[in-house]
């Protein structure tokens, strides 16, 4: 079983910084040709995200639950399925726990869950403590979504920049030639 793995904040949805309301939710473009693509080639969907804000006090555990509730509303009314399941991180990063990214509880979890195959398996993110945690945790491609590669980027192993959601398809589809992403390596 492949997965499909996917932080929130940034690649999900529009990161407005502890997002916690259904009237600040908005959708990245592309996300739902996305989900939909991988959803057709087998992937799971599996949302990993590290939610601080719980643990500063900005937002309750309650409101976290209903933002997702909201969402995966919104992917089944636009694309007929939701998430097929949650994953977070509820910490701030003092708390030095095994479940914040770039640490791998979260992908622990997710393997007691499901047989997932981690060869065959992509992460999107649009941090680079998402990147590191699909190379820590074994992911097979691990994409960074952004429209320009930070700098601190070339000290990471090697990882794909991808400017726009609809890229991500071309890894779930490796027959596919034409792809436009931004390949980085150390020292490049």
């Known amino acids: 079983m492949k997965a499909l793995f996917l932080d929130r904040d940034g690649v999900v949805n529009v990161d407005k910084g502890y997002v916690c309301a259904p009237k600040d939710f908005e959708f990245v473009p592309g996300i739902f040709t996305l989900l939909r693509g991988a959803k057709d080639l087998g992937y799971l969907l599996l949302l990993v995200t590290n939610q601080s804000g719980i643990g500063r006090g900005f937002y309750g555990l309650k409101d976290f639950e209903n933002l997702n509730a909201y969402m995966q509303a919104k992917l089944q009314e636009n694309l007929g399925f939701g998430l097929d399941k949650i994953y977070f991180c509820p910490h701030v990063p003092q708390e030095n726990c095994a479940c914040r990214k770039p640490k791998t509880g979260m992908l ?8 997932i195959n981690l060869a065959k398996s992509v992460l999107v993110g649009d941090k680079l403590s998402d990147v590191a945690f699909g190379l820590k945790g074994g ?5 960074l979504f952004t429209q320009a590669m930070p700098k601190e980027a070339l000290e990471t192993p090697p990882i794909a920049s991808i400017s726009c959601l609809k890229q991500a398809l071309d ?11 931004h390949p980085k390596h150390p020292r490049e």
Do not use: M, R, S, W
């Open 108 to 115: 622990e979890q997710a393997l007691q869950d499901y047989p």
């Open 139 to 143: 992911i097979g491609t691990n994409l």
């Open 171 to 181: 890894f779930l589809t490796p027959h596919i030639k034409d792809c436009h992403v």
